[in-house]
């Protein structure tokens, strides 16, 4: 059997057959820690980058492959109590001191290894994100400064044909950021939202008005960018079914094209800002379901497609048109449909994904901003040396797992005669064991299985990383409590 769609639409309206069914008993039999699985493996399995490597992977890889650009911004002007993410608190502009340069000096020399293809004075760019931190903290001139800068070192696919997208604190925005943006050339921005709530938002020390919220993406939508996206957080201290649920019909109103609605993980002994947030202000797990439920309903009823792992999209959205036609792709990026290309992190504690002919690899930048500093100054006069300091070498094995994952996170199905042939082997033999384990979602109705594959039900695509992990040779040998909680 090759499994048939189950995002194929009737009449131009999504089936029920994509929807996720809620089920309180069964995600509480269920709900464990497990990966996010942004990448397999993990980033947990790190290990330290030998002299020279990193060197060695970026001359070596395959010239013809588009890239992707990630470029990390660690500034935020206010801390987030709830914020997991590598960050400096400053206040000042003039307190980031020259990280732009030292971004620029890693760009160039990172540029200068990269083996060119035939007839090209550049590098194929098909894709570009800023992450933080808040890259909106830089001001106007800077991002244009940036940009500018990139330009000398890569081509861009036109704007209509690539993905250039940047992270925004809707507070840090001078009135002619979103327009410098969209002229630059970005198609489509994130918003950091997570409530609406006045109560919420002081005990997280995240204020802003709805009004501010709307304004941004009238203004973002008036401009031409062709996607915008709102993140949202469910389990937020004095947050309730109530209150969220009024969030939620509120940006809904806003109409952004896709939301992002993520489980907050309280995890205090790892994040100390997380401190700042009273235990007994949390919602209990009972009221947490309770919003994830209301959430899932009531986007679904709006026209929201569940893409998987916490992201919703307008039918018409490009990751929603991808998923139903089988070509959407999971990277350090979240959802993507740039899934052919290769990943350049850039910045403290960025990532990498970097293939060739017969590796792949994933590459972290220190994640101290000083250390960062310091190695990129030393490569000023040692080109040898590189930012990056972690690295994973993936195997065939890996790779073949890593593909088995991404299909059940992307598409909610594994066919066992695709990756007989991609990968020559039989895979009903080869994870017997892992059919296996899987039985009892099989009699709980998660999936279905039968001898063409295995095909994630709509009571199991809440809880399609519980079956991506009964794939994951590394989760039961370390690291099982570093993971927050699947829903």
């Known amino acids: 059997m090759q499994p048939d769609n189950p995002y194929a639409s009737t009449r131009g309206s999504i089936t029920s057959k994509q929807l996720p069914a809620f089920d309180q008993d069964i995600i509480n039999k269920y709900n464990r820690s497990g990966p996010r699985y942004t990448s397999y493996p993990t980033a947990l399995e790190f290990s330290p980058l030998p002299e020279g490597l990193e060197t060695k992977i970026l001359q070596e890889r395959e010239a013809h492959a588009p890239l992707s650009l990630y470029f990390h911004i660690p500034f935020c002007r206010h801390l987030c109590y709830y914020c997991a993410c590598n960050k400096i608190i400053i206040k000042k502009n003039s307190d980031a001191g020259d990280y732009l340069a030292y971004l620029m000096a890693e760009i160039k020399h990172k540029r200068s290894l990269l083996t060119l293809p035939e007839n090209s004075k550049k590098p194929l760019v098909k894709q570009l994100h800023f992450g933080g931190g808040t890259p909106t903290f830089l001001q106007d001139n800077e ?6 800068f990139l330009q000398t070192q890569f081509e861009f696919l036109p704007e209509d044909q690539g993905d250039y997208s940047i992270e925004i604190d809707p507070r840090e925005l001078s009135g002619e950021t979103l327009k410098v943006l969209r002229n630059l050339g970005f198609n489509r921005i994130s918003l950091g939202v997570q409530d609406l709530d006045e109560t919420v938002q002081i005990a997280v020390n995240r204020v802003h008005s709805a009004e501010l919220i709307e304004n941004v993406l009238n203004e ?35 109409s952004p094209d896709r939301l992002s609605v993520f489980n907050y993980a309280h995890l205090p002994e790892r994040f100390k800002s997380q401190r700042q947030i009273k235990e007994d ?26 893409i998987g792992i916490d992201h919703f999209a307008k039918p018409d959205d490009e990751l929603a048109v991808a998923q139903r036609e089988g070509k959407l792709h999971r990277n350090f990026q ?41 190695t990129i100054d030393l490569a000023r006069n040692n080109p040898t040396i590189m930012p990056a300091v972690n690295v994973i070498k993936t195997s065939i094995k890996d790779r073949l797992r890593k593909y088995v994952i991404m299909n059940l996170l992307c598409h909610d199905y594994m066919d066992f005669r695709d990756i007989n042939q991609k990968f020559g082997i039989d895979a009903i033999t080869y994870f017997i064991h892992e059919i296996q384990q899987l039985g009892e979602m099989q009699e709980d109705r998660l999936i279905d299985m039968d001898a063409a594959g295995i095909r994630v039900l709509p009571r199991g695509r809440l809880l399609g990383r519980n079956v991506a992990m009964i794939f994951d040779e590394y989760l039961d040998k370390k690291h099982k409590d570093r993971f927050s909680k699947v829903i």
Request: charged residues 15%; proline residues 4%; hydrophobic residues 35%.
């Open 143 to 148: 991002l244009i400064q940036l940009w500018d």
């Open 220 to 254: 973002a939508r008036e401009l031409g960018f062709h996607s915008i996206n709102v993140d949202l957080i469910y389990g937020l201290p004095h947050q309730t079914p109530e209150t969220f649920d009024k969030t939620i019909r509120r940006i809904i109103e806003m």
């Open 281 to 306: 202000d949390l919602p209990t797990p009972s009221a947490k379901l309770t919003m994830l439920g209301n959430t899932i309903n009531t986007l679904t009823e709006a026209g929201y497609q569940y």
């Open 334 to 374: 979240g959802y993507t449909i740039m899934g052919d290309c290769d990943l350049l992190g850039f910045g403290v504690s960025s990532i990498s994904q970097i293939a060739n002919a017969n590796n792949s690899y994933i590459l972290q930048n220190h994640t101290d901003l000083q250390v960062y500093k310091d």
